[in-house]
């Protein structure tokens, strides 16, 4: 997929919204799109291991949402805590958006700033 020189702008990502700022900062939607599917193979990796997260740990389900003819979008995010319970949830429109990667990841920026 020739992410190298992707993958070496993120070490210097100090959080997690750190990291998802610099992936909104791509200029090519088509490299957004590789940048999602890398983190996507990252979270099946952990999933196979077969650790559930902690007590301590936040669970985030986002969703976007994208109209081509309007350049309008919508994201949504909620928030849980390791024993499933929500904890918060929100909603936003979004004008403009590229696509429905841009709105589920401004979606992602939302939480980790509310987390």
């Known amino acids: 997929m ?61 969703d976007g949402a994208f109209r081509r003819e309007t350049s309008a979008g919508s994201c949504s995010f909620i928030i849980r805590n390791g024993s499933g319970d929500p904890l918060m949830a929100r909603a936003a429109n979004l004008n403009p958006v590229r696509d429905a990667m841009m709105a589920e990841t401004v979606a992602y920026k939302f939480a980790l700033e509310l987390a």
């Not at 939607?29 to 291991?49: F, N, P």
């Open 2 to 62: 020739q992410l190298e020189g992707i993958r070496l702008q993120f070490p210097e990502a100090r959080s997690a919204i750190d990291f998802v700022n610099a992936i909104l900062d791509l200029e090519s939607d088509d490299t957004c799109l590789k940048v999602g599917i890398l983190r996507w193979k990252m979270w099946d990796a952990w999933k196979r291991r077969g650790e559930p997260p902690g007590e301590e740990c936040l669970k985030i389900n986002i």
